[in-house]
């Protein structure tokens, strides 16, 4: 009786209890992808903008179970015996991604709710809101297979998202090239992962991080491959140059929620995982990602600037075009206090959380002007955004505050202190060549923000005769067709509120460069 209750209870202590408080923001936003996915079964054509609604919601739903989560430290899933191996942690990193990642789709989805008459709505809000699932799963993932499958839930929705223009020819080339450059990507990381298990032996980062320290002679050189291949993997979901070639052709390509949600959503999931695998499973291997990072990060922030240096006012789509091209920029910024981590503490990770929080507001906020202007100006050239004052003063006062917090100029302060806080972080680590490089590549910035921003104050020119009809429908009276969608609306005042707030209150943000999340 003795061993038969000494079985029952080792095998009691293999069952684990599943902390749902802590899982909830993404169940959340899966249940309701599901729950809209079926709904569209029975909803009539009229109904359909209920869909978009019940999207909101769930999203809704999901940011405030972050609520009760504030204290962080929860952890689920973990080896039998031990917290310290867990596939599932809530932790302070976690939920401040969580918050950026959820409430990008949030304003993705209203965004998205004028924007959806040609697409078929219940396909468009499954794949979003699967999506941002995924996405909000890859903050919390500390397993290098949970991490695997959250990127890959969070992306091959977003392939579809690109796409799911029905006879757009461009969406669909923009759709497989952000598919196959995935694809190889996520084989090389898979790669990579498999050469770190063979080497460790276990998944979990925390682990990881303990084994590679005492890696055998002749296990040394798969180790540093496995490190590499799946930093690349990483690297491209960042839009790091020379992986950031499916950029432009993507943005321009997909509807502009998507585009929006990419540059904003897309890039935290990249970064997210990227800081987790650098700073949590691979500390020992700094040596290696550290001096790889910062000269990614020098190439990619040189690249997309001189890219979005290039673009003509009269070129189609070249406002979407130089945006695309300014995340990549943007990356490059983002990718800086990653490779100073290697050099000094892991806090110095916590730049990048406050640059990307920053960069998510005003980001979103000149999409949604983007998409405004696109309601009367299909083209969305940047010569479209001349005289904007003169016709929607408050969209072009809007869009010039959000540009000039991209260019780092006041009264955009927000986004000086986050360019200071990621330059501070390079000259603490010691790394003054990047620093030097990081402020070229600032100035050469303002030169097309400001060439944006002087332009929609300019007095507009007389459009040319293929565009009269264009002209036309913006001059004429107010009609349903061209009325602002209300949620459009909402979109632009909150981030313009959001980045006047951070203005005022930097610290809000700023302090999570100077904590540490972990």
């Known amino acids: 009786m ?4 000494g079985s029952a209870t080792g095998a009691a202590s293999l069952v684990q209890s599943v902390d749902w408080l802590a899982i909830a923001p993404p169940v959340i936003a899966a ?5 809209v996915l079926v709904a569209d079964l029975f909803t009539g054509e009229r109904r359909k903008p209920l869909l978009g609604y019940g999207a909101v919601v769930g999203l809704v739903a999901a940011l405030a179970m972050l609520i009760p989560l504030h204290t962080g430290d929860r952890s689920t899933f973990c080896l039998t015996g031990t917290t310290q191996a867990c596939s599932y942690t809530a932790d302070h990193f976690a939920l401040v991604i969580q918050a950026l990642v959820l409430g990008g789709a949030l304003l993705t989805a209203l965004l998205s709710i004028g924007d959806t008459r040609k697409l078929p709505a219940g396909e468009f809000w499954f794949l979003l809101l699967s999506s941002a699932a995924g996405a909000a799963l890859l903050p919390a993932a500390r ?12 992306s091959l929705p977003a392939f579809a998202l690109v796409g799911i223009k029905r006879g757009d020819r461009r969406s669909s080339e923009a759709a497989l090239k ?16 498999s050469f770190v298990y063979a080497t460790t032996g276990t998944l979990h980062l925390t682990e990881i991080a303990g084994r590679l320290d005492d890696v055998p002679g002749g296990f040394s050189t798969l180790a540093e491959t496995g490190v590499v291949l799946t930093l690349v993997g990483f690297a491209f979901k960042t839009a790091a140059a020379p992986f950031h070639f499916w950029v432009p052709d993507t943005y321009v390509g997909a509807p502009l929620p998507v585009a929006a949600y990419l540059s904003v959503v ?3 999931v990249g970064f997210s995982g990227l800081i987790l695998v650098t700073v949590i499973g691979f500390p020992s291997y700094a040596h290696v990602w550290g001096p790889a990072l910062a000269v990614l990060a020098a190439l990619t922030m040189t690249v997309g600037n001189l890219a979005a240096l290039r673009q003509t006012a009269t070129r189609a789509r070249s406002a979407v ?15 800086v206090p990653i490779a100073a981590a290697a050099y000094a503490d892991d806090a110095q990770a916590g730049s990048t959380v406050a640059y990307a929080l920053m960069y998510a507001v005003v980001n979103l906020g000149a999409f949604a002007v983007a998409a405004l202007v696109a309601r009367t100006h299909p083209g969305n050239r940047l010569g479209d955004y001349r005289g904007l004052y003169a016709t929607r003063p ?8 959000f540009l000039l917090c991209l260019a780092g100029l006041p009264p955009g302060i927000i986004g000086l202190f986050a360019k200071v806080t990621v330059f501070s972080s390079a000259v603490d680590a010691g790394l003054g060549w990047l620093a030097v490089v990081m402020a070229v590549n600032v100035v050469i910035a303002l030169y097309y923000y400001l ?35 209300a949620p459009l609306t909402l979109v632009i005042a909150l981030t313009a509120v959001a980045g006047i707030t951070l203005s005022g209150a930097p610290q809000l943000i700023l302090r999570f460069a100077a904590l540490s999340l972990f």
Do not use: I, N
């Open 451 to 485: 060439r944006w921003t002087a332009a929609l104050f300019r007095t507009p020119d007389t459009a040319p005769a293929s565009e009269a009809s264009d002209t036309a429908s913006r001059k004429a009276p107010t009609t349903p067709e061209h009325r602002v969608p």
């Open 394 to 401: 408050l969209a072009a006062l809007a869009m010039g505050f």
């Open 178 to 193: 952000f598919f196959l450059s995935s694809v190889v990507a996520t084989a090389v990381m898979l790669l990579g992962v």
């Open 143 to 154: 397993d290098l297979a949970t991490l695997v499958v959250a990127l890959e839930v969070a």
């Open 31 to 35: 249940a309701t992808a599901l729950l």
């Open 321 to 335: 075009r130089l945006l695309a091209w300014s995340s990549v920029g943007q990356a490059g910024y983002l990718l």
């Open 266 to 268: 897309g890039k935290a």
């Open 2 to 5: 003795t061993v038969a209750a």
